[in-house]
């Protein structure tokens, strides 16, 4: 009779690189004989790869264990992996002493040591050490997504952003060899992938550790240019190092997606200077007209923060004028949130809560005007989407196009009803909402001609 292998469940908060640090985390396990469950009622070990870029993003892991109170939980191993792990070190096992194991992303390496000591019966085992030169490599990676693979270039970030907590939780920047990168996109595409996405925290300071020295552009355009392959995007981009090699690459490859995430944060330079962001407005919007002038259209999406310390009334109608002024494609916005350790805690001019919700409202509230009216610009036009999923109740597939735009369509009827998942479609836009667009699938001959359009653009 086979022995029963261990489970493992596995929870990710935060961002794409955390997403993909799991999926790395449970190739380790399933290498060393462990199997994934969906829940973690039936897991032997309970794994929570934590976020700490906000407050709110922190507190979820310790409602999480609070489920699971001490000697409520059958015997179950706890582990708490990432940011908040690297944040908080061993005081999670006196706030949560379920815990096991915590370790930090700096630390994946040592996964295998770390959960050998942890099955032979070591009560707390840590992997907390932040000062590292290797990325993290694994044999296996079981990956989430059957379509878009992640593949990590960077980690860690070398940046010193006055709020961000991240050079303390993923430690300094360490790049992948772009032979290995290289290596890694030709097995994705081989295993059937569309679409890669480069995730690193700063892409656009990726140094090649190997002979052949590519720089971010050329790695980009080396990877755009893996036979086979559909999609290639890239994030998350500091516009300090981004190049206008970057938006050449773009415009030369079909295979790079017309989008660009350029995070700008505020618009005024009073508030810029004092998050030390290391440029002004005037230079950020050198880096859009950049974008702007590139024979394909490349949709521009950013990040925002309102009520950081010292941030004045006049400062933030300066961010609102950098919304009307590049209109971006889209906007993900924060309230700004005391981080450890972080420089921004020295500074004074604290916003009080009620007004940073204020501004952020104000904030989203033009940002889903601007949206409305560039999707609704969409309607009418012919675009071309990778199909991500379906939505049975509306008939709909779901899709994403090449600017990043969801776009939910209908299939005309008597066409072919087989799974369209993964494959590419040329959809007419019908509707248009701030965050999505509706439309129909383009029969062959207008498809066909929607195509050499696109190629004569
Ligand atoms: N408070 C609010 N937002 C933050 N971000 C990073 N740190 C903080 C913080 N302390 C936001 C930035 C960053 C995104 C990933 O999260 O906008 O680009
Ligand atoms: Fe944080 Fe700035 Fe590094 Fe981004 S670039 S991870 S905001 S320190």
Redesign the pocket.
């Known amino acids: 009779m086979q022995r029963a292998s261990k489970t493992f469940y596995i929870e990710t908060f935060g ?1 794409q690189m955390n997403v993909h640090d799991s999926e790395k985390v449970a190739g380790t396990l399933l290498a060393r004989g462990y199997r994934q469950v969906p829940r973690p009622e039936e897991a032997d070990l309970v794994l929570y790869n934590t976020c700490s ?2 407050d709110k993003a922190e507190q979820k892991v310790f409602s999480r264990l609070g489920q699971f109170k001490k000697g409520q939980n059958g015997g179950k191993m706890f582990g708490v992996l990432g940011c908040v792990a690297q944040q908080e070190g061993a005081r999670i096992f006196e706030r949560a002493p379920q815990v096991g194991l915590v370790c930090g992303s700096a630390s994946y390496r040592k996964l295998p040591q770390l959960l050998a000591q942890l099955e032979a019966g070591s009560g707390r085992v840590t992997g907390l050490e932040l000062d590292t030169d290797e990325p993290f490599e694994t044999e296996f990676t079981r990956r989430d997504n059957p379509f878009r693979a992640y593949l990590t270039i960077i980690e860690g970030c070398d940046k010193h ?1 006055a ?4 050079p303390f939780t993923r430690g300094r920047e360490r790049s992948r060899s772009s032979r290995q990168i290289l290596e890694e996109a030709r097995r994705l595409v081989d295993a059937g992938y569309s679409e890669i996405q480069l995730l690193g925290q700063n892409v656009n300071s990726y140094r090649d550790p190997s002979p052949a020295r590519l720089t971010f552009a050329r790695l980009l355009r080396a990877v755009a240019e893996t036979p086979g392959i559909r999609r290639l995007r890239f994030t ?1 981009s500091h516009p300090r190092d981004f190049t206008a090699e970057i938006v050449a690459a773009i415009d030369s490859h079909p295979t790079l997606c017309d989008h660009v995430h350029l ?1 700008v ?1 505020a618009g005024s330079d009073r508030v810029l200077a004092r998050m030390q962001r290391e440029y002004t407005r005037e230079q950020y919007l050198e880096k859009i007209a950049c974008i702007r002038s590139a024979r394909r259209a490349i949709s521009i999406t950013t ?3 309102v009520g950081f310390p010292g941030e004045t009334e006049e400062d933030f109608a300066e961010t609102l004028s950098l919304l009307e002024e590049v209109r971006y494609d889209a906007a ?8 450890p350790n ?1 420089p ?1 805690l020295a500074l004074d001019g604290v916003v009080p809560e009620e007004e940073k919700a204020r501004r952020l409202a104000v904030l989203q509230e033009k940002q889903r005007q601007i949206q409305l009216e560039k999707n609704q610009a969409l309607v009418g036009s012919a675009q071309e989407v990778l199909v991500e999923g379906r939505q049975e109740a509306l008939q709909q597939w779901v899709g994403r196009t090449s600017q990043n735009r969801v776009l939910n369509f209908t299939v005309p009827r008597g066409s072919a009803g087989h799974s369209r998942l993964g494959t590419c479609a040329w959809a007419r836009v019908t509707r248009a909402g701030p965050n999505s667009l509706v439309g129909e699938m383009l029969p062959a001959g207008q498809r066909q001609e929607a195509e050499r359009l696109a190629g004569a653009t």
Not at 163 to 166: I, L, T
Not at 332 to 339: D, G, L, Q, T, V
Request: proline letters at 8%; aromatic letters at 16%.
């Open positions: 961002c870029i906000r952003c709020y961000c907590v991240v998350t995070p944060q990040d925002l923060i993900f916005s924060f309230k700004y949130s005391p981080r972080t921004a």
